[in-house]
């Protein structure tokens, strides 16, 4: 196994006046991801339209409305949050905004200028085969205001990982943790990524892949270090 890390600007330091704004979750429970991978969190809001086979959820809508917590247990799905010229706002005040918990290709994207925010951003518990992606467009936001940003775990198979993050990720505990336990290595391209009180991004892959983390032109930044 084999890990390369490419930077231009990783810092330690951190500026909370500069980012505090962005943290509106309230406290909660602190075992929110331990609870990712069960059926009864299952939770599509009436505002997100359901496509099967293939499987996609897309929830757009325009501002002030906002989309509440997202959660789907199911195989080879595809979630989208906003379009290009809709951005949409995915908010709750606990737990994990969007939670995507099944086998097969596992797909996350965020477009251009959308907002998910809540106690953990984005997780996705991924077991089996197949491509685990999450995907967020420039200007977009991804804030885990109690602890994590953005949150994968890979249990097994011949899963990988692919984090193309051109938006910006803020989190009070790791802005983007990664768990990767499949054949499948880690990649890992991010723009602007911030930690409150641990580090920017996390990486542990124990399956045969290699780690690839790649934050050239941006800014990666944790009280604990950026990578």
Known sequence: MSQMIKN??????????????????????????ALLPTAAHAAIPPEC?????????????????????????????????GSADTP???????????????????TIIVNE???????????????GDALLSIFTGEGSLVSGGE???????????DAATNLNIQGSV?????????????VG????????VTSLESKAIGSGNNGDGGTNIDTTGGLVQGA????
């Not at 949409?88 to 596992?106: C, H, N, P, S």
């Not at 803020?170 to 990664?178: E, M």
């Not at 604990?224 to 990578?227: K, S, T």
Request: net charge negative.
């Open 49 to 81: 339209d359901e496509q099967v086979n293939p499987n996609i959820f897309s929830c757009v809508v325009p501002a002030p409305d906002e989309v509440g917590q997202i959660g789907v247990n199911q195989d080879n799905t595809t979630i989208v949050i």
């Open 113 to 127: 200028g959308s907002i998910v925010n809540s106690e953990t951003g984005i997780g996705i518990y991924h077991e």
């Open 88 to 106: 949409t706002t995915v908010i709750t005040v606990e737990d994990i905004g969007i939670r995507l918990f099944g086998d097969g290709a596992q």
């Open 170 to 182: 803020i989190a009070r505990l790791s802005g983007i943790s990664v768990a990767n336990n499949g």
């Open 147 to 157: 602890l994590s940003g953005i949150k994968t775990f890979n249990s097994a198979g």
């Open 185 to 192: 290595g880690v990649n890992i391209v991010a723009r602007d």
């Open 224 to 227: 604990d270090g950026g990578v």
């Open 8 to 33: 231009s600007s990783v810092h330690t330091a951190y500026a909370p006046s500069l980012k505090g704004r962005l943290l509106q979750c309230a406290a909660a429970s602190a075992a929110a991801w």
